[in-house]
């Protein structure tokens, strides 16, 4: 089992644009605020991690693992069309794995959704009731 | 160890826009005829695969072994910035995992490749270079 790191902190920039759901063995979960997508970030916590190749391979086991179990879920609950799932980080350096359930005539549909449409905020109950369920469904508990 | 179908077809459309480099255990590699980025495809051999979910977890495991492996050379032989690694599909419903390597100042830094720039075909000489370096950096033969 990985040990993430104890001294993991979140960057900034996600925390400014996410909401925290839990923490699953090796990543932090984070939901997008921005009700287009139904839009999910998964976080490693260790440190000094910016690529998928910089986890040694028992943690990429794991991200993997834990990619799989987050997209079930996500499409599951969303009833997409099509699960999107990229690690980019062009601009936020700490690694991060986007999943997103995309649906035919989304804000960005076909395209991605990454600078396709500006992003709008949820409803507060809305995002309470997204990331209650989420939670459920991955037996997480708030962080 | 996963077990590729033997009667796997590659969509059209990636057949048109990639030269081939070899087959890994799971998956073909391809190479993305854009001289704008070094850009690679991951498509594992099995038929009616679109998301990763679709794929049991012993396949999973080896793509994530595979996309390990591609990114270390293709980072090795770009001598890259960031990798981008993504898994889309909203458009070509056939599987395929995106591996670039992204430096700044490309054509679409520090943006997404998708839609960005037109495709620049390589050379004939530049693409036939690129191709045995991959080959001889994976020990993959011509497909």
């Not at 391979?57 to 996500?74: D, F, K």
């Not at 991605?112 to 109950?125: N, Q, S």
């Amino acid at each position: 089992m990985p040990n993430p790191s104890e001294d993991f902190t979140l960057d900034p920039q996600l925390a400014r644009d996410t909401m925290p759901v839990g923490d699953l063995p090796l990543c932090r979960v984070l939901l997008i605020n921005d009700a287009n997508y139904r839009w999910l970030l998964l976080v490693p916590r260790r440190r000094g991690v910016s690529e998928i190749i910089d986890l040694d391979a028992p943690a990429r086991a794991q991200l993997m693992t834990e990619i799989a179990s987050v997209s079930r879920v996500l499409k599951e609950l969303s009833g997409c069309d099509k699960l999107n799932v990229a690690a980019l980080g062009n601009v936020v350096e700490q690694l991060h794995v986007h999943i997103i359930a995309r649906s035919r005539g989304d804000a960005a549909w076909p395209k991605p959704v990454w600078g396709a449409a500006p992003a709008k905020a949820y409803e507060k109950a809305q995002i309470d009731r997204m990331i209650d369920a989420l939670r459920q469904a991955l037996t997480l508990k708030p962080v």
